[in-house]
């Protein structure tokens, strides 16, 4: 999942203004540096709860524009990581609103989907509202509103409905064109929902930041692959029930229940509502790490929360098992508990920092193509690289829940480590979720103390695997060797820094 932060050194100027615009209003800057800058310093704002569900209200908004940003934000929560490519988005809207149309024509389906009365007089409202003229005006937008809520329909019954009276997608069904899906997600861009990069396609992405309150806004509770966990974790008497309840075929086996569940949009908080308190207690029993008390509500949030953070993981490199190490490098270096249990990357929380460890030498070891050197013992760093018969580089990793304070026993610890070593260490290297400012005066002192000029680096995990999946773009030879150099420095080095001290050394 990309966080605004990484997203941003992939956006050209127009698309950082749209994001500017987004949440500063009147702020006019003309270079992409300054666009960034301001950016990140009102990161705060950005992730504002309210701002997030204020720019999510499209009452206001075009009729088209409305419904194709619902169906291309579907699309992108429905996707791994929230990130799909400008292809990817055009195809799934079309597919979306083909499947739609497709949907209302099966009248077995609608009648199991639809309450017949709701349905009825919803029509009839429907009707009324569009034979007036070709639009509806923003009090008959907010009638329809009124009445799905009173009615409890969806807004894709909204769509299965508008179908039937040949007004969806458009008027006589006709699909929206690339153009007007083009003008959506513009649209998204500029209330700051949806960020547009490039790297080598163009993309669309929800960051991480807001993707929580984005999904809960817009009734997507759960990624389909999170939700057929859940369900995949109910048995069969539990989904026969429920699909029951809803006067929907509940016959078959447990894999047609489960596919019918999905089929009749039928949400995560829906499917828990129908267990009574001790049930859901019994369910939250099952899940490692999730508090099993409160409210009703309360615990369906809980599960729905677990089943958030549940990755599908395909561990990106299956020949060596230290790779899903590598694949939640930020999340053991900050001690992410929930989302490492959740994921099934530790069974115990004293593993956490051993399998960081393993994260980095597998990181400089496969990734930056480095020949890591055995040291005997155990007082000593985590990690060495020489550099030639003469000079060396350490580094140390640091697992912390909160940022790096740098003690200092840490400044003694290193220092001894330094010292001991028989090749001149040249570069010591600190690995971290995140640092302190105190840390940068402390990393300035072992530079000193070490009496030996060596550099000390700050390096965030984050930033560092950037620096892993990057560093062979920013070298024009055809086999290039990643360059130490890049780590040179005593301070905190943030990806900006990283980035250009790369442009130059690489090349």
Same mark, same amino acid.
């Given at each position: 999942?990309?966080?605004? !932060?990484?997203?941003?050194? %992939?956006?050209?100027? %127009?698309?950082?203004?749209?994001?500017?615009?987004?949440?500063?209003?009147?702020?006019?800057?003309?270079?992409?540096?300054?666009? =960034?800058?301001?950016?990140?310093?009102?990161?705060?704002?950005?992730?504002?709860?309210?701002?997030?569900? =204020?720019?999510?209200?499209?009452?206001?908004?075009?009729?088209?524009?409305?419904?194709?940003?619902?169906?291309?934000?579907?699309?992108?929560?429905?996707?791994?990581?929230?990130?799909?490519?400008?292809? !990817?988005?055009?195809?799934?809207?079309?597919?979306? !609103?083909?499947?739609?149309?497709?949907?209302?024509?099966?009248?077995?389906?609608?009648?199991?989907?639809?309450?017949?009365?709701?349905?009825?007089?919803?029509?009839?409202?429907?009707?009324?509202?569009?034979?007036?003229?070709?639009?509806?005006?923003?009090?008959?937008?907010?009638?329809?509103?009124?009445?799905?809520?009173?009615?409890?329909?969806?807004? $894709?019954?909204?769509?299965?409905?508008?179908?039937?009276?040949?007004?969806?997608?458009?008027?006589?069904?006709?699909?929206?064109?690339?153009?007007?899906?083009?003008?959506?997600?513009?649209?998204? !861009?500029?209330?700051?929902?949806?960020?547009?990069?490039?790297?080598?396609?163009?993309?669309?992405?929800?960051?991480?930041?807001?993707? $929580?309150?984005?999904?809960?806004?817009?009734?997507?509770?759960? $990624?389909?692959?999170?939700?057929?966990?859940?369900?995949?974790?109910?048995?069969?008497?539990?989904?026969?029930?429920?699909?029951?309840?809803?006067?929907?075929?509940?016959?078959?086996?447990?894999?047609?229940?489960?596919?019918?569940?999905?089929?009749?949009?039928? =949400?995560?908080?829906?499917?828990?509502?129908?267990?009574?308190?001790?049930?859901?207690?019994?369910?939250?029993?099952?899940?490692?790490?999730?508090?099993?008390?409160?409210?009703?509500?309360?615990?369906?949030?809980n599960i729905i929360d677990y089943y958030e953070n549940v990755t599908v993981r395909v561990d990106s490199d299956p020949t060596d098992g230290r790779s899903v190490y590598y694949d939640f490098f930020e999340e053991l270096a900050s001690r992410n508990y929930k989302v490492l249990r959740t994921n099934k990357v530790i069974d115990k929380d004293?593993?956490?920092?051993?399998?960081?460890?393993?994260?980095?030498?597998?990181?400089?070891?496969?990734?930056?193509?480095?020949?890591?050197?055995?040291?005997?013992?155990?007082?000593?760093?985590?990690?060495?690289?020489?550099?030639?018969?003469?000079?060396?580089?350490?580094?140390?990793?640091?697992?912390?829940?909160?940022?790096?304070?740098?003690?200092?026993?840490?400044?003694?610890?290193?220092?001894?480590?330094?010292?001991?070593?028989?090749?001149?260490?040249?570069?010591?290297?600190?690995?971290?979720?995140?640092?302190?400012?105190?840390?940068?005066?402390?990393?300035?002192?072992?530079?000193?103390?070490?009496?030996?000029?060596?550099?000390?680096?700050?390096? $965030?995990?984050?930033?560092?695997?950037?620096?892993?999946?990057?560093?062979?773009?920013?070298?024009?030879?055809?086999?290039?060797?990643?360059?130490?150099?890049?780590?040179?420095?005593?301070?905190?080095?943030?990806?900006?820094?990283?980035?250009?001290?790369?442009?130059?050394?690489?090349?």
């Amino acid at each position: 999942m990309l966080h605004l !932060q990484e997203v941003l050194p %992939m956006m050209s100027k %127009m698309y950082l203004s749209r994001t500017v615009d987004s949440f500063l209003k009147g702020v006019k800057l003309s270079h992409e540096e300054e666009m =960034r800058d301001i950016i990140i310093k009102n990161i705060d704002e950005f992730k504002n709860t309210e701002r997030v569900k =204020r720019n999510l209200n499209f009452r206001t908004t075009e009729r088209d524009v409305t419904l194709l940003n619902r169906l291309i934000l579907k699309c992108l929560l429905s996707s791994e990581n929230y990130i799909l490519t400008d292809k !990817q988005i055009h195809e799934k809207v079309f597919a979306l !609103q083909s499947q739609i149309l497709m949907d209302s024509k099966d009248e077995s389906y609608i009648t199991a989907k639809i309450d017949p009365m709701s349905n009825r007089i919803y029509t009839a409202v429907l009707n009324t509202a569009w034979k007036k003229d070709e639009a509806l005006n923003a009090h008959e937008i907010n009638i329809l509103y009124t009445l799905r809520d009173e009615l409890d329909l969806s807004i $894709r019954d909204h769509y299965l409905m508008e179908s039937k009276i040949g007004r969806f997608p458009q008027k006589g069904n006709k699909l929206h064109s690339a153009r007007h899906i083009d003008q959506a997600l513009k649209d998204l !861009q500029l209330r700051g929902i949806v960020l547009r990069f490039k790297s080598d396609e163009t993309y669309y992405v929800i960051p991480n930041d807001i993707v $929580r309150v984005v999904r809960y806004e817009m009734g997507e509770e759960l $990624r389909s692959e999170s939700f057929n966990q859940l369900l995949n974790n109910l048995n069969v008497s539990q989904l026969r029930s429920i699909l029951t309840s809803m006067n929907i075929n509940a016959s078959g086996k447990k894999e047609n229940l489960i596919e019918r569940t999905l089929k009749y949009d039928i =949400r995560p908080s829906q499917v828990l509502a129908h267990f009574n308190n001790p049930e859901l207690t019994q369910l939250l029993r099952t899940l490692e790490g999730v508090n099993v008390s409160g409210t009703k509500e309360e615990k369906i949030k809980n599960i729905i929360d677990y089943y958030e953070n549940v990755t599908v993981r395909v561990d990106s490199d299956p020949t060596d098992g230290r790779s899903v190490y590598y694949d939640f490098f930020e999340e053991l270096a900050s001690r992410n508990y929930k989302v490492l249990r959740t994921n099934k990357v530790i069974d115990k929380d004293a593993n956490v920092e051993k399998y960081f460890e393993e994260a980095t030498r597998y990181l400089f070891e496969k990734k930056l193509g480095l020949q890591l050197e055995d040291m005997p013992g155990s007082k000593h760093a985590d990690g060495k690289i020489k550099l030639n018969a003469k000079t060396s580089v350490l580094w140390d990793n640091k697992s912390t829940e909160q940022p790096y304070t740098f003690p200092e026993d840490h400044v003694e610890q290193f220092l001894g480590y330094i010292r001991s070593e028989k090749t001149k260490v040249s570069m010591f290297l600190i690995i971290a979720y995140e640092f302190t400012a105190e840390s940068i005066n402390q990393a300035q002192k072992l530079k000193v103390f070490s009496e030996d000029d060596v550099g000390v680096a700050l390096i $965030r995990a984050e930033d560092l695997k950037f620096v892993a999946e990057n560093w062979r773009d920013y070298s024009g030879q055809k086999n290039p060797s990643f360059d130490l150099q890049v780590f040179n420095l005593t301070q905190v080095l943030d990806r900006k820094l990283l980035s250009n001290r790369m442009d130059w050394i690489m090349k």
